[in-house]
């Protein structure tokens, strides 16, 4: 089984700064891609920021280019997301995300964090 626990969320004014992280853990073979998405009130989850495990290629939503940073550990098994210069519109559940084999010859399946708040006001 594979488990996604992110931390560092919280309350932050405008203009401010968090960094989330992401470890994966449990029994896998190999992680590919990874990310964040997020979950605004009263709105679908959204792509926020994907990055490959080859060559930790990266893809950003419009909404979050130049002001968020996606990155990767693959010794730590831990996946970040630095913020910076966040709006009230970045207030979100933000859920960690992961594509993984469990064996060498398996499927890959999407796994899920259980999410983290981010609230940005004054």
């Known amino acids: 089984q594979v488990q996604l626990v992110e931390s560092g969320g919280g309350l932050v004014q405008p203009g401010g700064s968090l960094r989330l992280s992401c470890v994966v853990s449990g029994t896998f073979f190999s992680v590919s891609t990874t990310g964040w998405y997020r979950q605004a009130p009263g709105k679908e989850r959204e792509l926020v920021a994907l990055i490959t495990s080859i060559g930790h290629n990266t893809n950003y939503a419009d909404s979050v280019k130049g002001r968020f940073t996606i990155s990767r550990d693959d010794h730590r098994n831990t996946v970040y997301l630095q913020m910076n210069n966040l709006k009230s519109e970045d207030t979100a559940v933000y859920y960690c995300?992961?594509?993984?084999?469990?064996?060498?010859?398996?499927?890959?399946?999407?796994?899920w964090g259980q999410g983290t708040q981010v609230t940005v006001s004054s």
């Open positions: 995300y992961a594509v993984a084999k469990q064996t060498y010859d398996g499927a890959d399946e999407d796994y």
